[in-house]
């Protein structure tokens, strides 16, 4: 991604939503607000010059309307570099529903969202992400046709989104320590959700040590109980003695704090703007001579699962898809030390190389 401008304090009072979203490059945001089912969300349209914008729906409990808006703008335009880099005909976009998961959710909730989702005639295709399952994008699907991800289809895009993650993983290796074997390596993993979960079965299955952590205490126990990792607190975990950092949980875990205490040599998971200032901290992993494998092309193995579904083609398809990101992730920290420059500011320039290349090949004769 090309650096984000700050905007100052009078640009922002002047039109703070508009004047973000021109700050990033946005086309369009959707607000949605339904009194009758509590459905509270925002849309973002990030760009569409390769295809129609597709990005998961996430629930999460933001403190304020502004936290999400500005979580919904950075998510949807990374979903941009993510399709792009990827090689799939597809732009960017995200949702979020503002609330709790766990009380918030219905039927009618969810079909709401769909009429809103809807409401954008393909512009955007929808499926699932944090606090939503493929369950919830069945009621979804009742509404609009514009939803992937659901049961029986493509399905949970966990598996391929870990498998991607693992293989990404595997290409950092090669490049730090000359073999991309994960054997004996300790590897700490934040957050063992569904991503986590599958990423910890392919680690523990080559023989890694590996420690987790995790808010959900049950799926914590049980990850554990079946893979054999190491369970660590939450805080504790930017303290272990370990090799790889992967950060499957919410972003900005990697910041002024933590870059002090961890004493990893690769940073490679599969949460989304896990750098908390990219121009900087991308910066700081570079020099403390830590590979950082850029997120968004890290984890592209759920968007590959979705594509997969959009296009009508085979699971292993999307499995040897989601395996080219070896090759990916290897291409850029080579060109990374060639250049001397951060792996996130290479791997940004790949997908705007593509979206420019495609962009020109669209226009009008």
Not at 86 to 101: M, P, Y
Not at 140 to 165: F, I, N, Q, R
Not at 241 to 251: E, K, S, T, V
Not at 329 to 336: A, E, G, P, T, Y
Request: hydrophobic share 40%; glycine share 10%; proline share 3%.
């Amino acid at each position: 991604m090309s650096e984000i401008k700050i905007l100052s304090a009078s640009e922002l009072a002047e039109n703070p939503v508009i004047g973000q979203m021109a700050n990033m490059g946005h086309e369009q945001i959707l607000f949605c607000n339904d009194e009758a089912t509590g459905l509270k969300a925002i849309i973002a349209v990030h760009n569409t010059i390769l295809g129609p914008a597709l990005g998961g729906t996430r629930i999460w409990a933001y403190q304020n309307e502004m936290e999400a808006l500005n979580d919904v703008l950075r998510l949807s335009r990374g979903m941009t570099y993510k399709n792009a880099i990827s090689g799939l005909n597809l732009g960017g976009g995200k949702a979020v529903i503002i609330g709790d998961a766990k009380a918030i959710k219905s039927e009618a909730l969810f079909r709401r969202f769909g009429k809103f989702v809807n409401s954008l005639a393909g512009k955007y295709i929808t499926a699932e992400d944090v606090g939503v399952s493929p369950i919830d994008m069945n009621w979804v699907s009742m509404e609009t046709k514009h939803v992937v991800g659901l049961p029986g289809k493509s399905g949970d895009p966990s598996p391929v989104t870990a498998y991607g993650t693992y293989m990404g993983m595997k290409a950092c290796a090669k490049h730090q320590f000359g073999s991309d074997s994960l054997e004996g390596k300790k590897i700490a993993v934040q957050g063992v959700g569904h991503v986590g979960e599958y990423l910890v079965k392919h680690l523990t299955q080559e023989n890694a040590h590996v420690y987790i952590t995790d808010i959900n205490q049950d799926a914590l126990a049980r990850v554990s109980k079946t893979y054999g990792a190491q369970v660590v607190g939450l805080d504790e975990i930017y303290d272990v003695d370990m090799d790889i950092y992967a950060p499957c949980a919410l972003g900005a875990t990697v910041n002024d704090d933590t870059l002090k205490r961890l004493k990893c040599s690769i940073i490679a998971g599969a949460a989304n703007n896990q750098l908390k200032v990219e121009g900087q901290h991308g910066v700081d992993v570079m020099k403390k001579g830590i590979i950082y494998a850029p997120d968004f092309t890290l984890n592209a193995g759920g968007v590959i699962n979705c594509f997969s579904e959009v296009q009508g083609l085979s699971s292993e398809w999307a499995h040897n898809k989601a395996e080219e990101i070896y090759t990916t992730i290897f291409n850029i920290v080579k060109r990374s030390k060639e250049e001397n420059i951060p792996t996130y500011q290479i791997a940004n320039r790949m997908a705007e190389e593509r979206i420019e290349s495609i962009g020109r090949v669209k226009l009008p004769m």
